[in-house]
């Protein structure tokens, strides 16, 4: 169980405690994703997360596994203060936020190698582009052995739950390039990029981890 505090302030509303934002969800669902996290994490791994919003879920996963060296990100200002406030929760595992946008080439170019990307509910709230640039920097910088996990809501053909089908509708209705994205598409995308997806983990409310595994040339 996560040792973060419970807020029931809303991230919507952008409020903050001396720049750190509450979740809603990532209070309801951080342990679970922590639990994951966990156990598909290398041992000592640097890990890089895109789109690290609040920065809570870095601090639950370092809280269960503080042999990792965490490094946040994410493109809007607010989000960094947040993410660097909270890392005073976890003991030195979580280093100085960095501005990375992918759909921005020049936030990238600084990037050193990661053992493990972890990007949780933002490739659908945001272009395709994003997995596709989310996809070439797991390709490029993730050393042997790496992983990438994947958090959020798919697309599963007749599968798929009505409430991530009405997700999906708003999504596009705020944003036709948004929108919930196929699990076919998603793990056709990182295979092109030497990943292969090496487990699928049903979360609550209908969203799914997905680990992946770079592909060691023979
Ligand atoms: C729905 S929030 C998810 C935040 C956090 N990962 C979580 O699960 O609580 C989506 C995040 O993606 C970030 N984001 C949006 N577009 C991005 C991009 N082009 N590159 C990197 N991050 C992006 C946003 O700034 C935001 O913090």
């Known amino acids: 169980m ?4 419970r807020s029931p302030i809303a991230l ?7 720049g750190r934002l509450y979740s809603p969800s990532a209070a309801r669902n ?5 639990a994951v996290l966990a156990r598909a994490l290398p041992t000592g791994a640097s890990v890089l997360e895109i789109g690290s919003g609040t920065g809570e879920h870095a601090v639950a996963a370092c809280q269960v596994r503080p042999d990792l060296s965490w490094q946040p990100s994410d493109p809007d200002a607010a989000s960094r203060d947040s993410q660097a406030s909270w890392a005073g929760e976890a003991g030195g595992a979580i280093l100085a936020p960095l501005e990375i946008d992918l759909l921005r080439s020049q936030t990238l170019a600084e ?58 509708a708003s999504l596009k209705a705020r944003n036709p390039e948004w929108g919930v994205r196929s699990l076919d598409a998603v793990v056709a995308l990182l295979a092109s990029h030497d990943l292969c997806l090496i487990e699928q983990v049903d979360m609550p409310a209908n969203n ?11």
């Open 2 to 5: 996560s040792k973060l505090p």
């Open 12 to 18: 919507e509303d952008r409020a903050n405690e001396q």
């Open 30 to 34: 951080r342990d679970a994703i922590a």
């Open 111 to 168: 990037i050193d190698g990661f053992d493990a990307l972890v990007c949780m509910n933002v490739i659908h709230i945001a272009p395709w582009a994003v997995a596709e640039a989310l996809a070439a920097l797991a390709q490029g910088r993730l050393r042997p052995g790496g992983v990438v996990v994947l958090y959020g809501p798919y697309l599963q053909g007749d599968a798929t739950a009505p409430s991530n089908l009405a997700f999906d």
């Open 208 to 218: 799914l981890m997905l680990i992946f595994q770079r592909r060691e040339p023979e």
